[in-house]
């Protein structure tokens, strides 16, 4: 499976951004998608996720501002940043996690993209 991101960028306090990321290859077995990002001198830091069936979760610092929405029909995840913070800049990653059956229970794995830095300036 590989991640590509694209989307971000330098944007003013209060902007918008939307990110996106495409998932290729061995796709079938994907479940959760989402994003993660990192601030400079800071440990990644789980901003939301989604669940094949659209169900999506997001940490409370974002809770509000930001969307997760998914096309399963593109293998594209997305995040839709509104009110954007200068705390919100960092690398944002892209994640997939992938649970494959196997005989006599289940495969699981983490999926990574390349990173894709969000610049809120104040």
């Known amino acids: 499976v590989q991640l590509q991101a694209s989307g971000g960028g330098l944007v003013q306090a209060g902007g918008s951004l939307r990110l996106s990321c495409a998932a290729s290859?061995?796709?079938?077995?994907?479940?959760?998608m989402g994003w993660y990002r990192q601030a400079p001198g800071k440990q990644r830091e789980l901003v939301g996720i989604i669940s094949s069936g659209g169900v999506a979760n997001y940490a409370d610092s974002v809770t509000g501002r930001f969307t997760i929405s998914r096309d399963n029909a593109k293998n594209t995840v997305y995040l839709q940043m509104n009110s954007l913070k200068p705390e919100d800049t960092g690398v944002y990653y892209c994640?997939?996690?992938?649970?494959?059956?196997?005989?006599?229970?289940?495969?699981?794995?983490?999926?990574w993209g390349q990173g894709t830095l969000v610049t809120v300036s104040s």
């Open positions: 290859g061995r796709i079938s077995d994907i479940n959760d």
């Open positions: 994640y997939a996690y992938e649970k494959r059956r196997i005989f006599g229970g289940y495969s699981t794995r983490d999926y």
